[in-house]
């Protein structure tokens, strides 16, 4: 199974408020909760970005702004457990690679915890 | 500011890296500060030689993409080396976020080892400075 496929599989299945607690599970904002089709209308650069992001174990969220849905994505704020130079390492590599494949240029904040990110993220995915 | 500039502020802000570590104190965040802040100017002398009629005080018609000034400050900038010179992307992308990191103090310091900083002084001197 591909990631985008199990992205796909783990996005369909999230049951509303009764959110599965297997080794990766996804939790929409309130903002967006209900909306499950939401990552899949998502075009594919920001797709890409949550499903390469998604397979680093380190990653607990990833918070995509502006909430506005008409606009852009361009700030991306990940939030991991601790915020090394190895983390900071893995995070924009993977980051740069999505930005090469599609041309899109996104603004990087890398915190361990989620308490900075600022309110009304566009999406918000946690591992649990 | 011209590319020969840049070219000095590149090249100080590698000093600068030296005179902290000669001074052995704790200013790893300055240090990784200070090179990232290089790279910055090796990029910009690059674009200077290499971008028709760059102008870093007018980014503007080289990076307008979808609404009119998204791309503003760093982003900006990164927007140019991703385009101009993507083979750096990877690193020019890991020093800012360092450089950011250890400003906001989201940087763990303590695990920021002299490896780390001796990497991303290598990088500094094999890459970027290269551009020069």
């Known amino acids: ?128 | 500011v011209d590319e020969a500039a840049h070219k000095l502020k590149g090249e100080r802000n590698e000093r600068f890296i030296v005179e902290l570590e000669t001074a052995k104190l704790d200013y790893k965040d300055w240090i990784i500060v200070a090179a990232f802040y290089s790279a910055i100017h090796y990029v910009m002398y690059h674009f200077h030689k290499r971008i028709r009629g760059y102008d870093d005080t007018r980014d503007e018609p080289f990076l307008r993409r979808g609404p009119q000034g998204r791309f503003r400050g760093h982003l900006h900038r990164k927007r140019l080396v991703m385009l101009h010179l993507p083979k750096l992307l990877k690193d020019y992308e890991y020093l800012y976020a360092m450089a950011r990191e250890a400003r906001y103090g989201s940087l763990n310091m303590a695990r920021v080892t002299p490896q780390d900083l001796a990497d991303m002084k290598h990088v500094l001197a094999t890459k970027f400075r290269l551009l020069t």
């Open chain 1, 1 to 128: 199974m591909t990631p985008e496929t199990e992205w796909m599989r783990l996005y369909r299945d999230v049951p509303g408020e009764n959110i599965s607690r297997s080794f990766f599970s996804v939790l929409l904002s309130a903002r967006f909760r209900g909306n499950l089709g939401h990552v899949a209308q998502m075009p594919e650069p920001w797709r890409e970005l949550l499903t390469c992001l998604k397979e680093l174990d380190q990653v607990i969220e990833v918070h995509l702004f502006p909430a506005d849905q008409d606009e852009d994505v361009d700030h991306v704020w990940v939030v991991v457990p601790e915020v090394t130079p190895q983390t900071i390492r893995q995070v924009t590599d993977i980051i740069s690679e999505v930005e090469l494949e599609f041309e899109e240029t996104f603004d990087i904040r890398v915190v361990d915890d989620p308490r900075n990110v600022p309110a009304g993220a566009h999406t918000f995915l946690s591992k649990v």
